[in-house]
């Protein structure tokens, strides 16, 4: 593993992945693809036939066979939450880096896609709320974070790749 993307839904762990990984010419894990892929369901179908706990035991079983991957994991919006996927995550030994979103902006992002089972009912106060409650466990897992709001994907790559050389 060279490095871990953590951050709330919509803030951009899936696409800034996908740039690093083409920039940096490492391969790319996405948590939640990977999900889908061993499960062959989709999130939502996860969701729905085993509850947000059903899933949050797949996410761990899914993030603890992956954490030996060399090159850039895209985590899952809620995988720092359980305390056992934070040290999973911390023992890697690779920088972890928050991407951060305002509730407004998150709220935009999340309206292009229907396949968040958390997100998208979530008005711009309940997000607000729940970045909230949240906020203490990304802060205890990431090294550095990076607020994306009025920022393209390239220039939040160039900020990371920069991040590292330091
Ligand atoms: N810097 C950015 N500026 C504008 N739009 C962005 C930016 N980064 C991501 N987006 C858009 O926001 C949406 C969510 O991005 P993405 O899927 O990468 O988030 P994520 O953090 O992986 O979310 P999740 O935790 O739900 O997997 C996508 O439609 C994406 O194109
Ligand atoms: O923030 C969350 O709890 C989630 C984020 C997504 O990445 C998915 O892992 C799933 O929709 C749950
Ligand atoms: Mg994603």
């Known amino acids: ?12 762990k899936t696409t800034i992945s996908q740039f690093l990984g083409q920039q940096l010419a490492e391969p790319v894990l996405d948590l939640d693809r990977e999900i889908e892929r061993q499960q062959q369901q989709t999130i939502p179908q996860i969701f729905a036939q085993s509850g947000e ?8 079983d899914v993030l603890q066979q992956s ?9 899952g919006g809620g995988t720092p939450l359980r305390a056992d996927n934070l040290q999973l995550l911390r ?24 396949n968040r089972p958390l997100g998208n009912k979530l008005d711009v106060a309940g997000i607000r709320q729940l970045q909230r409650d949240r ?5 205890r897992c990431a090294d550095v974070s990076i607020m994306t709001d009025d920022r393209t994907p390239a220039e939040i790559t160039q900020e990371i790749i920069k991040y590292l050389q330091k």
């Open 1 to 12: 593993m060279k490095l871990i993307l953590i951050g709330f839904m919509g803030s951009g």
């Open 53 to 60: 706990k059903g899933f949050r035991q797949i996410e761990h």
């Open 67 to 75: 954490i030996g991957f060399s090159g850039i994991l895209a985590t």
């Open 91 to 114: 023992q890697a030994g690779v920088p972890v880096i928050l991407l951060v979103a305002s509730p407004a902006e998150t709220y935009r992002r999340l309206q292009q896609q229907d």
């Open 135 to 139: 906020q203490p466990f990304y802060d």
